[in-house]
């Protein structure tokens, strides 16, 4: 009833409504949407007759002042501490993967080479790795700082440094702990493929050379401020015709390749674990041994994944560049993903195991991917990254089959996950580059023309995939010489530092017999049942 009221009213008003009020309404209305479309107008084109000052003008911020400038500095070295932190702890992550994988008997030593490892690279980076790596000197080694600035007096032990590293505004301190936190995750690498064979003793002299030599000389290449490789292509150095530079924006090649590919030298130069049998010389008994606790593993991977946010866009050592983070963040999710279904499908399909679902090519296979974005994870799109990362699932199912044909025993997986698909990951930068994304720096992107990166599948040229190749081959080559090199003179040592340990150390296993105690070891308190339920039997 009250609805019906109140339409009645309506319509009785709009009946009262004179001609002479209708023409003004109308009036009205008319003139605010001639007002509206000459706004419209105006918006569209009064820039334009404005001219191209007005453009320029809105296309050059102003210069920040030096309270901004300090802003963005202390946000970026805070930024930059957090990846630090988020890589270090993927410690956690190598230690928990690769004793999961190993068998029981030497479980404990890979905790302690891991521990070891960690401790040791802090020195050795503190000491000489960071100025041979991030030091100015030649294209093939550095130790003293920028000539440029007249700076006088070599880096060891971090003396002589300047108080902010290169055009970045990060203390020079803090660029050390996230770098050392890299130089660790590589260090970390080379035990995976050498388990159950190695000497401690010998595990320390291998450490020495690989964290304190082979990793930063041969990483000042592409990362150092004049490496001969990352001054491709410019004006007086190496292959200036080329017009490109090698790029890795977080380290598919510096760290995984060159943490794979000394793997790859030690595995060789160790051979197979003893009691080792090969899938080519026994279908039926050979292959893997299984892990002793997958359950490890797996957890071990997730860390590994978590820490990645700190590795890949840590890298940009700029919160300033919102889009890049978020881009590289999302890259590293979606490689990480595609690589472990592919592995998973790869097991599925073509394993050993036919029609089931194996653990342990996932696992490896989300690390593959994961290794793989970590080079092109600034210049390639969220689709690119998940195909990049998918391929890396298949490389590292071809890879650990590769191995296996070839009597090469990598108990993780090491070679594959990263010194394969770290060659692969480096090398997709040159196809999968959109052409979109250029540069980072501490107030944010510079995505200007001439900073572009495009790969072939995007309408470029060859140049950044031959950049790539000359890059990631060469330092491959390069480790892999040195490396094994070093470890055949190791392994010729006498006992106990001769890299592989006695052959009755390894059966009875390496921890007990290099560290004298049991990853489960029996307590005290424990009560056997056996024999609980059986009947006793009484005598007449």
């Not at 802003?71 to 993967?97: C, D, E, K, P, Y």
């Not at 004793?99 to 401790?119: P, S």
């Not at 194996?358 to 600034?378: H, K, M, R, S």
Request: charged residues 10%; proline residues 4%; contains cysteine.
């Amino acid at each position: 009833m009250k609805v019906n009221s109140t339409k009645h009213n309506l319509l009785s008003s709009l009946k009262g409504l004179t001609r002479e009020k209708w023409a003004l309404g109308a009036t009205i209305f008319t003139g605010k949407m001639l007002g509206l479309l000459a706004v419209l107008i105006a918006m569209v084109t009064l820039p334009g007759l404005l001219g191209t000052s007005a453009h320029a003008a809105a296309a050059a911020p102003p210069k920040p002042t030096d309270l901004e400038t300090s802003m963005m500095n202390s946000i970026n070295t805070a930024w930059t501490l957090v990846a630090a932190f988020l890589v270090f702890g993927m410690q956690a992550g190598f230690v928990m993967l690769e004793a999961g994988f190993a068998r029981k008997r030497e479980t404990v030593n890979v905790l302690m080479e891991c521990m070891f490892d960690t401790c040791l690279c802090g020195i050795l980076f503190y000491a000489i790795g960071y100025a041979f790596m991030f030091g100015w000197g030649n294209g093939f080694i550095g130790w003293h700082g920028d000539p440029s600035l007249k700076a006088a007096g070599s880096w060891f032990f971090l003396q002589n440094t300047p108080a902010t590293y290169s055009g970045t505004g990060i203390p020079v301190i803090a660029h050390w702990i996230f770098q050392y936190a890299f130089a660790d995750t590589c260090s970390t690498i080379v035990s995976g493929a050498m388990i159950g064979r190695t000497s401690f003793r010998g595990d320390i002299l291998y450490s020495i050379g690989i964290t304190g030599f082979i990793y930063p000389i041969i990483g000042h290449w592409a990362w150092g401020p004049d490496g001969w490789l990352a001054l491709m292509g410019t004006a007086g150095h190496f292959y200036t015709a080329l017009g490109q530079g090698f790029r890795d924006f977080a380290g598919s090649t510096v760290v995984h390749t060159i943490g794979g590919v000394a793997s790859l030298a030690g595995a060789i130069v160790l051979g197979p674990r003893l009691g080792r049998v090969f899938a080519r010389d026994d279908k039926e008994k050979g292959g893997m041994p299984p892990g002793h606790n997958m359950l490890m593993a797996a957890v071990g991977t997730f860390i590994l994944w978590f820490g990645w946010y700190g590795f890949n866009p840590g890298s940009s050592l700029s919160a300033m560049d919102a889009q890049g983070i978020g881009r590289i963040a999302t890259n590293t999710t979606l490689a990480a993903c595609g690589g472990g279904m592919t592995a998973m499908f790869a097991g599925l399909w073509w394993g050993t195991t036919k029609g089931k679902f194996d653990l342990g090519f996932t696992l490896n296979g989300t690390l593959a991917g994961l290794v793989a974005i970590t080079c092109p994870c600034y210049w390639v799109s969220p689709l690119g990254a998940l195909i990049l990362g998918g391929v890396a699932g298949f490389v590292v199912f071809g890879g650990m089959y590769l191995l296996e044909y070839f009597r090469i025993d990598d108990p993780v997986g090491a070679v594959s996950v990263h010194g394969f698909a770290g060659i692969w990951g480096t090398l997709s930068l040159g196809l999968f580059a959109s052409g979109e994304y250029g540069i980072t720096g501490p107030t944010g992107a510079d995505n200007s023309a001439p900073n572009l990166v495009t790969g072939l599948f995007y309408g470029g040229d060859a140049s950044v995939l031959k950049a790539q190749a000359i890059g990631t081959f060469t330092i491959a080559i390069a480790v892999f010489v040195v490396t094994y090199v070093m470890m055949f003179v190791i392994n010729k040592l006498p006992h106990p530092w001769k890299l592989r340990v006695e052959e009755h150390g390894e059966l009875s296993g390496l921890d007990i017999f290099d560290h004298g105690m049991e990853v489960y070891p029996a307590q005290d308190d424990e009560i056997s049942i056996n024999g609980l339920f059986e009947k006793s039997t009484v005598s007449a």
